[in-house]
Protein backbone atom coordinates (compact mmCIF):
# COMPACT_ATOMS: atom_id res chain seq x y z
CA UNK A 1 0.00 0.00 0.00
CA UNK A 2 1.37 3.32 -1.25
CA UNK A 3 0.86 6.36 0.67
CA UNK A 4 2.06 8.49 -2.45
CA UNK A 5 2.60 11.30 -0.04
CA UNK A 6 5.92 12.87 -0.22
CA UNK A 7 8.58 12.43 2.70
CA UNK A 8 10.82 15.33 3.18
CA UNK A 9 14.09 14.07 4.23
CA UNK A 10 16.61 16.65 6.48
CA UNK A 11 20.43 16.51 6.46
CA UNK A 12 20.77 17.82 10.09
CA UNK A 13 24.51 19.42 10.48
CA UNK A 14 27.57 17.89 11.75
CA UNK A 15 27.08 19.97 15.14
CA UNK A 16 23.44 20.62 16.59
CA UNK A 17 24.50 23.15 18.93
CA UNK A 18 22.20 26.14 20.07
CA UNK A 19 23.82 28.50 16.80
CA UNK A 20 22.45 26.00 14.76
CA UNK A 21 20.01 24.58 15.97
CA UNK A 22 18.82 28.32 15.34
CA UNK A 23 19.17 28.37 12.32
CA UNK A 24 17.75 24.98 11.40
CA UNK A 25 14.33 25.29 13.28
CA UNK A 26 13.58 27.92 10.99
CA UNK A 27 14.36 25.75 7.85
CA UNK A 28 12.29 22.84 9.10
CA UNK A 29 9.37 25.13 10.06
CA UNK A 30 8.79 26.59 6.41
CA UNK A 31 9.02 23.23 5.15
CA UNK A 32 5.67 22.37 7.55
CA UNK A 33 2.97 23.91 5.65
CA UNK A 34 1.43 20.74 4.28
CA UNK A 35 -1.59 18.95 6.24
CA UNK A 36 0.20 15.47 7.72
CA UNK A 37 4.11 15.79 6.88
CA UNK A 38 6.24 13.11 6.59
CA UNK A 39 9.90 14.52 7.55
CA UNK A 40 12.97 12.09 8.68
CA UNK A 41 15.96 13.68 9.91
CA UNK A 42 19.17 12.35 8.47
CA UNK A 43 21.74 12.08 11.42
CA UNK A 44 24.33 10.52 9.07
CA UNK A 45 27.12 13.46 10.04
CA UNK A 46 26.00 14.52 13.74
CA UNK A 47 28.73 14.20 15.84
CA UNK A 48 28.30 16.54 18.16
CA UNK A 49 24.39 17.32 19.87
CA UNK A 50 23.61 18.87 22.98
CA UNK A 51 20.58 20.17 25.19
CA UNK A 52 19.35 22.77 22.70
CA UNK A 53 19.34 20.45 19.81
CA UNK A 54 17.83 17.96 21.92
CA UNK A 55 15.75 21.25 22.73
CA UNK A 56 15.03 21.66 18.88
CA UNK A 57 14.14 17.94 18.20
CA UNK A 58 11.59 18.32 20.37
CA UNK A 59 10.02 21.57 19.11
CA UNK A 60 9.50 19.61 15.41
CA UNK A 61 8.24 16.87 17.04
CA UNK A 62 5.53 19.15 18.65
CA UNK A 63 5.18 20.85 15.49
CA UNK A 64 5.20 18.11 13.28
CA UNK A 65 2.78 16.08 15.74
CA UNK A 66 0.35 18.94 16.09
CA UNK A 67 -0.09 19.19 11.94
CA UNK A 68 -1.04 14.87 12.41
CA UNK A 69 2.59 13.71 10.87
CA UNK A 70 5.48 12.16 11.83
CA UNK A 71 8.95 12.65 12.42
CA UNK A 72 11.77 9.73 12.16
CA UNK A 73 15.33 9.87 12.45
CA UNK A 74 17.52 7.64 10.32
CA UNK A 75 21.44 6.66 10.50
CA UNK A 76 22.43 8.00 13.68
CA UNK A 77 25.24 8.11 15.11
CA UNK A 78 26.63 6.78 18.18
CA UNK A 79 27.44 9.97 19.75
CA UNK A 80 24.08 11.31 18.76
CA UNK A 81 22.74 8.01 19.89
CA UNK A 82 23.94 8.16 23.16
CA UNK A 83 23.05 11.92 23.94
CA UNK A 84 19.41 10.88 23.14
CA UNK A 85 19.72 8.07 25.68
CA UNK A 86 21.20 10.26 27.88
CA UNK A 87 18.71 12.90 27.80
CA UNK A 88 15.51 9.94 27.33
CA UNK A 89 14.14 11.47 24.01
CA UNK A 90 15.52 8.09 22.08
CA UNK A 91 11.87 6.72 23.05
CA UNK A 92 9.88 9.54 21.90
CA UNK A 93 11.09 8.62 18.24
CA UNK A 94 11.41 6.28 15.77
CA UNK A 95 14.32 5.19 14.92
CA UNK A 96 15.59 3.66 11.70
CA UNK A 97 19.58 2.47 10.55
CA UNK A 98 18.84 4.12 7.33
CA UNK A 99 17.51 7.04 5.76
CA UNK A 100 15.97 4.61 3.33
CA UNK A 101 14.38 2.29 5.56
CA UNK A 102 12.98 5.25 7.49
CA UNK A 103 11.66 6.72 3.92
CA UNK A 104 10.19 3.06 3.38
CA UNK A 105 8.48 3.27 6.90
CA UNK A 106 6.25 6.00 5.59
CA UNK A 107 5.16 3.92 2.60
CA UNK A 108 4.12 0.64 4.32
CA UNK A 109 1.40 2.13 6.09
CA UNK A 110 -1.27 4.26 4.44
CA UNK A 111 -4.53 5.92 5.56
CA UNK A 112 -6.47 2.55 5.21
CA UNK A 113 -4.33 0.64 6.99
CA UNK A 114 -4.59 3.05 10.05
CA UNK A 115 -8.63 3.01 9.21
CA UNK A 116 -8.68 -0.61 9.44
CA UNK A 117 -6.18 -1.05 12.79
CA UNK A 118 -8.09 1.81 14.38
CA UNK A 119 -11.74 0.20 13.52
CA UNK A 120 -11.00 -3.40 14.78
CA UNK A 121 -9.16 -1.65 17.49
CA UNK A 122 -12.63 0.34 17.92
CA UNK A 123 -15.08 -3.05 17.96
CA UNK A 124 -12.90 -5.02 20.36
CA UNK A 125 -13.29 -2.30 23.41
CA UNK A 126 -16.91 -1.64 22.74
CA UNK A 127 -18.50 -2.51 26.09
CA UNK A 128 -21.51 -4.98 24.84
CA UNK A 129 -21.76 -7.28 27.93
CA UNK A 130 -18.63 -9.53 26.56
CA UNK A 131 -20.06 -10.95 23.26
CA UNK A 132 -18.15 -8.43 21.02
CA UNK A 133 -15.04 -10.28 22.44
CA UNK A 134 -16.88 -13.99 22.35
CA UNK A 135 -18.10 -13.19 18.77
CA UNK A 136 -14.17 -12.05 17.07
CA UNK A 137 -13.28 -15.31 19.45
CA UNK A 138 -15.53 -17.52 17.63
CA UNK A 139 -15.63 -15.94 14.09
CA UNK B 1 63.91 -7.95 58.35
CA UNK B 2 62.98 -4.47 56.81
CA UNK B 3 60.81 -4.39 53.61
CA UNK B 4 60.34 -1.68 51.20
CA UNK B 5 57.90 -1.36 48.14
CA UNK B 6 58.38 0.65 44.82
CA UNK B 7 55.73 1.48 43.00
CA UNK B 8 56.13 2.34 39.05
CA UNK B 9 53.56 4.90 37.28
CA UNK B 10 54.23 4.39 33.69
CA UNK B 11 54.53 7.82 31.54
CA UNK B 12 50.59 8.57 30.81
CA UNK B 13 48.94 7.13 28.05
CA UNK B 14 47.58 9.00 25.14
CA UNK B 15 44.37 9.86 26.04
CA UNK B 16 41.87 6.96 26.66
CA UNK B 17 44.00 4.82 24.95
CA UNK B 18 43.16 2.31 27.46
CA UNK B 19 39.71 2.26 25.94
CA UNK B 20 39.09 -1.37 23.18
CA UNK B 21 37.54 0.93 20.64
CA UNK B 22 38.92 3.06 17.68
CA UNK B 23 35.81 5.14 18.24
CA UNK B 24 37.17 6.75 21.29
CA UNK B 25 38.07 10.46 19.99
CA UNK B 26 41.24 10.68 22.03
CA UNK B 27 42.33 14.18 20.35
CA UNK B 28 38.72 15.24 22.18
CA UNK B 29 39.62 14.80 25.84
CA UNK B 30 40.07 17.29 28.42
CA UNK B 31 43.03 17.80 30.46
CA UNK B 32 40.80 16.18 33.84
CA UNK B 33 41.49 12.94 33.34
CA UNK B 34 42.98 12.35 30.31
CA UNK B 35 46.38 10.02 30.49
CA UNK B 36 45.63 9.32 34.19
CA UNK B 37 46.63 6.00 35.13
CA UNK B 38 43.05 3.78 35.90
CA UNK B 39 45.60 2.95 39.27
CA UNK B 40 45.07 6.80 40.15
CA UNK B 41 41.74 7.33 39.36
CA UNK B 42 39.43 7.01 42.36
CA UNK B 43 36.92 4.55 42.79
CA UNK B 44 34.26 3.57 45.70
CA UNK B 45 36.27 6.49 47.83
CA UNK B 46 40.04 5.03 47.00
CA UNK B 47 42.23 4.52 44.13
CA UNK B 48 44.12 1.37 43.24
CA UNK B 49 47.54 2.95 44.35
CA UNK B 50 46.24 3.57 47.86
CA UNK B 51 44.30 -0.26 47.77
CA UNK B 52 47.70 -1.07 46.87
CA UNK B 53 50.08 0.58 49.48
CA UNK B 54 47.09 -0.18 52.33
CA UNK B 55 48.17 -3.90 51.46
CA UNK B 56 51.81 -3.83 51.62
CA UNK B 57 51.33 -1.48 54.89
CA UNK B 58 49.26 -3.87 56.30
CA UNK B 59 51.98 -6.84 55.49
CA UNK B 60 54.86 -4.71 57.39
CA UNK B 61 56.33 -3.19 54.54
CA UNK B 62 57.70 0.03 56.09
CA UNK B 63 59.05 2.76 53.64
CA UNK B 64 57.14 3.50 49.87
CA UNK B 65 58.61 4.94 47.06
CA UNK B 66 56.38 6.58 44.52
CA UNK B 67 58.51 6.79 40.91
CA UNK B 68 55.90 8.62 38.52
CA UNK B 69 56.47 10.03 35.17
CA UNK B 70 56.81 14.00 35.84
CA UNK B 71 53.56 14.79 34.22
CA UNK B 72 52.07 12.40 37.24
CA UNK B 73 53.48 14.56 39.99
CA UNK B 74 50.82 16.30 40.48
CA UNK B 75 48.28 13.23 40.15
CA UNK B 76 50.38 11.40 42.43
CA UNK B 77 50.67 13.79 45.31
CA UNK B 78 47.08 14.47 45.13
CA UNK B 79 46.59 10.54 45.81
CA UNK B 80 45.59 11.06 49.34
CA UNK B 81 48.41 9.07 50.71
CA UNK B 82 47.68 7.54 54.55
CA UNK B 83 49.63 9.35 57.21
CA UNK B 84 52.05 6.89 58.82
CA UNK B 85 53.36 6.10 56.23
CA UNK B 86 56.80 7.17 55.07
CA UNK B 87 56.29 7.89 50.98
CA UNK B 88 58.87 8.94 48.45
CA UNK B 89 57.93 10.32 45.36
CA UNK B 90 60.79 10.92 43.02
CA UNK B 91 60.29 11.20 39.47
CA UNK B 92 61.47 10.28 35.93
CA UNK B 93 61.16 11.87 32.05
CA UNK B 94 60.04 9.23 29.46
CA UNK B 95 60.02 5.69 29.26
CA UNK B 96 63.95 5.42 28.94
CA UNK B 97 64.41 6.31 32.45
CA UNK B 98 62.10 4.38 34.05
CA UNK B 99 64.81 1.23 34.40
CA UNK B 100 67.51 3.82 35.70
CA UNK B 101 65.09 5.48 38.45
CA UNK B 102 64.15 1.90 39.67
CA UNK B 103 67.65 1.02 39.87
CA UNK B 104 68.88 4.35 41.92
CA UNK B 105 66.11 3.66 44.38
CA UNK B 106 66.74 0.03 44.78
CA UNK B 107 70.55 1.07 45.64
CA UNK B 108 69.60 3.92 48.06
CA UNK B 109 67.41 1.40 49.52
CA UNK B 110 69.80 -1.34 50.07
CA UNK B 111 72.08 0.88 51.30
CA UNK B 112 69.47 1.41 53.84
CA UNK B 113 70.15 -1.82 54.88
CA UNK B 114 66.48 -2.91 53.76
CA UNK B 115 67.12 -6.74 52.67
CA UNK B 116 63.57 -7.32 50.60
CA UNK B 117 62.55 -4.43 47.89
CA UNK B 118 58.76 -5.02 46.43
CA UNK B 119 59.16 -3.60 42.48
CA UNK B 120 55.29 -2.84 41.87
CA UNK B 121 54.57 -2.22 38.27
CA UNK B 122 50.91 -0.12 38.81
CA UNK B 123 48.26 -1.27 36.39
CA UNK B 124 46.39 -4.39 37.59
CA UNK B 125 45.01 -4.74 40.90
CA UNK B 126 46.14 -8.01 42.83
CA UNK B 127 45.16 -9.74 45.79
CA UNK B 128 48.00 -11.41 47.55
CA UNK B 129 49.39 -12.01 50.54
CA UNK B 130 53.27 -10.12 50.43
CA UNK B 131 54.86 -12.39 53.32
CA UNK B 132 54.00 -15.39 51.47
CA UNK B 133 56.17 -13.95 48.67
CA UNK B 134 58.80 -12.97 50.96
CA UNK B 135 58.62 -16.90 52.74
CA UNK B 136 58.28 -18.68 49.27
CA UNK B 137 61.78 -16.66 48.14
CA UNK B 138 63.33 -17.81 51.77
CA UNK B 139 62.09 -21.38 50.98
CA UNK B 140 63.78 -21.01 47.63
CA UNK B 141 67.39 -21.23 49.16
CA UNK B 142 67.26 -17.40 50.18
CA UNK B 143 66.22 -16.53 46.46
CA UNK B 144 67.67 -12.57 45.40
CA UNK B 145 64.59 -12.31 42.96
CA UNK B 146 61.35 -13.37 42.76
CA UNK B 147 58.68 -12.70 40.10
CA UNK B 148 54.88 -13.28 41.10
CA UNK B 149 52.62 -14.46 38.62
CA UNK B 150 48.73 -14.96 38.50
CA UNK B 151 47.54 -18.12 35.99
CA UNK B 152 47.73 -15.86 33.23
CA UNK B 153 50.76 -14.64 33.67
CA UNK B 154 52.70 -11.23 35.13
CA UNK B 155 50.99 -9.04 37.51
CA UNK B 156 53.61 -6.59 37.33
CA UNK B 157 55.16 -7.79 41.26
CA UNK B 158 58.75 -8.41 41.70
CA UNK B 159 60.84 -9.09 44.80
CA UNK B 160 64.04 -8.03 44.68
CA UNK B 161 67.17 -8.66 47.50
CA UNK B 162 70.74 -7.44 47.66
CA UNK B 163 72.11 -9.90 45.82
CA UNK B 164 69.64 -10.06 43.02
CA UNK B 165 70.72 -9.45 39.21
CA UNK B 166 68.89 -6.39 38.34
CA UNK B 167 70.62 -6.64 34.65
CA UNK B 168 68.71 -9.41 33.88
CA UNK B 169 65.61 -7.88 35.60
CA UNK B 170 65.55 -4.37 33.97
CA UNK B 171 64.89 -7.05 30.77
CA UNK B 172 62.21 -8.36 32.21
CA UNK B 173 60.47 -5.12 33.89
CA UNK B 174 60.86 -3.89 29.93
CA UNK B 175 59.38 -7.33 28.74
CA UNK B 176 62.56 -8.66 26.75
CA UNK B 177 62.83 -11.77 27.99
CA UNK B 178 62.49 -13.75 31.03
CA UNK B 179 65.23 -13.81 33.65
CA UNK B 180 66.02 -17.53 33.73
CA UNK B 181 67.71 -17.64 37.16
CA UNK B 182 64.61 -15.63 38.81
CA UNK B 183 62.01 -18.26 40.64
CA UNK B 184 58.07 -17.80 39.58
CA UNK B 185 55.51 -17.13 42.62
CA UNK B 186 52.15 -18.27 41.56
CA UNK B 187 48.94 -17.67 42.91
CA UNK B 188 44.92 -17.93 42.51
CA UNK B 189 43.67 -14.86 44.18
CA UNK B 190 41.49 -12.29 42.82
CA UNK B 191 43.61 -10.29 39.94
CA UNK B 192 41.92 -7.46 37.30
CA UNK B 193 44.71 -6.01 35.19
CA UNK B 194 42.45 -2.71 34.80
CA UNK B 195 43.80 -2.33 31.20
CA UNK B 196 40.50 -1.08 29.57
CA UNK B 197 37.69 1.34 31.59
CA UNK B 198 35.21 -1.48 31.18
CA UNK B 199 38.12 -3.18 33.93
CA UNK B 200 37.70 -0.61 36.62
CA UNK B 201 33.66 -0.93 35.89
CA UNK B 202 34.28 -4.77 36.57
CA UNK B 203 35.94 -3.67 39.40
CA UNK B 204 33.32 -2.02 41.04
CA UNK B 205 30.95 -4.72 40.90
CA UNK B 206 33.38 -7.81 41.98
CA UNK B 207 33.36 -5.29 45.28
CA UNK B 208 29.88 -4.92 45.34
CA UNK B 209 28.93 -8.49 45.01
CA UNK B 210 32.52 -9.59 47.05
CA UNK B 211 34.22 -11.25 44.74
CA UNK B 212 37.31 -9.37 46.14
CA UNK B 213 38.48 -8.57 49.57
CA UNK B 214 38.39 -4.68 48.73
CA UNK B 215 35.60 -3.07 49.96
CA UNK B 216 34.19 0.33 49.34
CA UNK B 217 34.86 3.32 51.75
CA UNK B 218 32.78 5.22 54.04
CA UNK B 219 29.26 3.28 56.26
CA UNK B 220 27.69 0.59 55.28
CA UNK B 221 24.18 2.89 56.27
CA UNK B 222 22.33 -0.40 55.10
CA UNK B 223 22.49 -3.47 53.52
CA UNK B 224 24.31 -2.54 50.40
CA UNK B 225 24.31 1.13 50.21
CA UNK B 226 27.66 2.66 51.30
CA UNK B 227 27.58 6.58 51.99
CA UNK B 228 30.85 8.51 52.93
CA UNK B 229 31.53 11.30 54.99
CA UNK B 230 29.43 14.58 54.38
CA UNK B 231 27.18 12.92 51.83
CA UNK B 232 23.67 14.40 51.18
CA UNK B 233 21.31 12.32 49.75
CA UNK B 234 17.71 13.33 49.24
CA UNK B 235 15.35 11.79 51.37
CA UNK B 236 12.86 11.27 47.63
CA UNK B 237 15.80 9.90 46.49
CA UNK B 238 15.98 6.73 45.95
CA UNK B 239 19.40 4.21 46.03
CA UNK B 240 19.09 0.55 45.32
CA UNK B 241 21.77 -1.86 46.61
CA UNK B 242 24.38 -2.07 46.12
CA UNK B 243 25.51 1.07 45.52
CA UNK B 244 28.40 3.55 46.82
CA UNK B 245 27.82 7.57 47.44
CA UNK B 246 31.39 9.83 47.85
CA UNK B 247 32.23 12.25 50.37
CA UNK B 248 30.39 15.71 49.74
CA UNK B 249 28.70 14.27 46.58
CA UNK B 250 25.03 15.63 46.62
CA UNK B 251 21.93 13.18 45.52
CA UNK B 252 19.46 15.47 44.56
CA UNK B 253 15.53 14.75 45.02
CA UNK B 254 13.68 12.26 43.00
CA UNK B 255 16.84 10.51 41.63
CA UNK B 256 17.48 6.87 40.97
CA UNK B 257 20.87 5.39 41.50
CA UNK B 258 21.00 1.44 40.66
CA UNK B 259 22.36 -1.57 39.66
CA UNK B 260 25.57 -1.48 40.93
CA UNK B 261 27.05 2.60 40.57
CA UNK B 262 29.24 4.11 42.51
CA UNK B 263 29.01 7.93 42.91
CA UNK B 264 32.61 8.96 43.70
CA UNK B 265 33.32 12.53 46.00
CA UNK B 266 32.36 16.18 45.62
CA UNK B 267 29.39 15.25 42.80
CA UNK B 268 25.81 16.26 42.20
CA UNK B 269 23.38 13.86 40.82
CA UNK B 270 20.05 16.74 39.63
CA UNK B 271 16.86 16.41 40.44
CA UNK B 272 15.18 12.97 38.54
CA UNK B 273 18.16 11.62 36.87
CA UNK B 274 18.74 7.85 36.98
CA UNK B 275 22.35 6.33 37.05
CA UNK B 276 22.10 2.95 36.35
CA UNK B 277 25.12 0.85 35.99
CA UNK B 278 27.69 3.24 35.83
CA UNK B 279 30.13 5.15 37.57
CA UNK B 280 30.40 8.63 38.39
CA UNK B 281 34.08 9.50 38.78
CA UNK B 282 34.92 12.40 41.43
CA UNK B 283 33.93 15.94 41.23
CA UNK B 284 31.16 15.83 38.34
CA UNK B 285 27.84 17.45 37.88
CA UNK B 286 24.99 15.39 36.55
CA UNK B 287 22.44 17.23 34.92
CA UNK B 288 18.08 17.11 35.86
CA UNK B 289 16.48 14.20 34.42
CA UNK B 290 18.76 11.85 32.63
CA UNK B 291 19.42 8.34 31.96
CA UNK B 292 23.30 7.60 32.86
CA UNK B 293 23.73 3.78 31.31
CA UNK B 294 25.98 1.82 31.20
CA UNK B 295 28.34 4.63 31.44
CA UNK B 296 31.59 6.36 33.37
CA UNK B 297 31.41 9.92 33.33
CA UNK B 298 34.22 12.34 34.50
CA UNK B 299 33.60 16.25 34.02
CA UNK B 300 32.73 16.39 30.86
CA UNK B 301 33.70 13.22 29.30
CA UNK B 302 31.19 10.49 28.97
CA UNK B 303 32.54 6.82 28.61
CA UNK B 304 30.22 4.81 27.01
CA UNK B 305 31.07 1.27 27.95
CA UNK B 306 28.55 -0.84 25.93
CA UNK B 307 29.16 1.41 22.92
CA UNK B 308 32.98 1.72 23.16
CA UNK B 309 32.47 5.70 23.02
CA UNK B 310 34.27 8.41 24.69
CA UNK B 311 32.28 11.76 24.17
CA UNK B 312 33.42 14.99 25.38
CA UNK B 313 29.91 16.81 25.97
CA UNK B 314 30.55 20.85 26.06
CA UNK B 315 27.23 21.10 27.57
CA UNK B 316 26.90 22.31 31.15
CA UNK B 317 23.38 21.51 31.19
CA UNK B 318 24.23 18.02 30.88
CA UNK B 319 26.77 16.72 32.49
CA UNK B 320 30.35 18.95 33.62
CA UNK B 321 32.74 19.57 36.24
CA UNK B 322 31.33 20.20 39.81
CA UNK B 323 31.89 23.78 39.91
CA UNK B 324 29.15 25.69 40.24
CA UNK B 325 27.18 24.23 42.91
CA UNK B 326 30.29 23.76 45.04
CA UNK B 327 30.06 27.42 44.55
CA UNK B 328 26.62 27.40 46.07
CA UNK B 329 26.97 25.17 48.73
CA UNK B 330 30.97 24.58 49.87
CA UNK B 331 32.06 28.23 49.56
CA UNK B 332 28.76 30.37 49.90
CA UNK B 333 30.70 31.71 53.00
CA UNK B 334 33.49 33.31 51.06
CA UNK B 335 35.75 30.65 52.60
CA UNK B 336 38.91 31.67 51.07
CA UNK B 337 41.10 28.38 51.94
CA UNK B 338 38.55 26.53 51.14
CA UNK B 339 38.16 27.81 47.53
CA UNK B 340 42.12 27.51 46.91
CA UNK B 341 42.06 24.40 48.19
CA UNK B 342 39.42 23.39 46.05
CA UNK B 343 41.63 25.49 42.92
CA UNK B 344 44.56 23.62 43.77
CA UNK B 345 43.36 20.13 44.16
CA UNK B 346 41.18 20.79 40.33
CA UNK B 347 43.05 23.41 38.28
CA UNK B 348 40.95 22.78 35.17
CA UNK B 349 37.99 23.31 36.73
CA UNK B 350 38.84 26.74 37.39
CA UNK B 351 40.04 27.89 33.72
CA UNK B 352 38.15 30.84 32.65
CA UNK B 353 36.37 31.17 35.86
CA UNK B 354 36.41 34.38 37.50
CA UNK B 355 36.33 34.81 41.35
CA UNK B 356 34.14 37.95 41.93
CA UNK B 357 31.52 36.64 39.25
Known amino acids: MKTGRPVLVMQLPSRLNLSEAREFLPEVIAVLRSDRPHIVFDFSEVQQIDSAGVEMLLKCLERVMSLDGDLKLAALTPQASVILELTRVDRLFEMFATVDAAVESFRGFGPRDVTETASTWYTAQLPSNGRAGRDRLAG | MKTAAILVLGSPAPAYSFLASDNGQASGCSGDIAGIPLSCIEILGASILQRTMQRFADAGVDLFTILADASLLKVVK ?101 DSAMKTYFFDGYVNRLSRMQDLRRFVMDVFQSRCSAYPQGNELRPGVWIDDGAQVHKQARIVPPAYIGKNTRVGPASLITRSSSIERDCNVDYGTVVEDSCVLAGTYIGTGLDVTHSVVCGNMLIHLNQNLVMEINDEILIGPNVTSRLRGVFRRHDKKAVAKHKDEHPTHWKGFYENR
Open chain 2, 78 to 178: LANVMPGWLVKVNSFQGDADVWPAIERSLQIDFANEINNVFLIKLGAYAEFDPNAVLQFAQNNHDQAAVRVHDTLGSVGIWLFKQSANLEAAAKEFQNQGQ
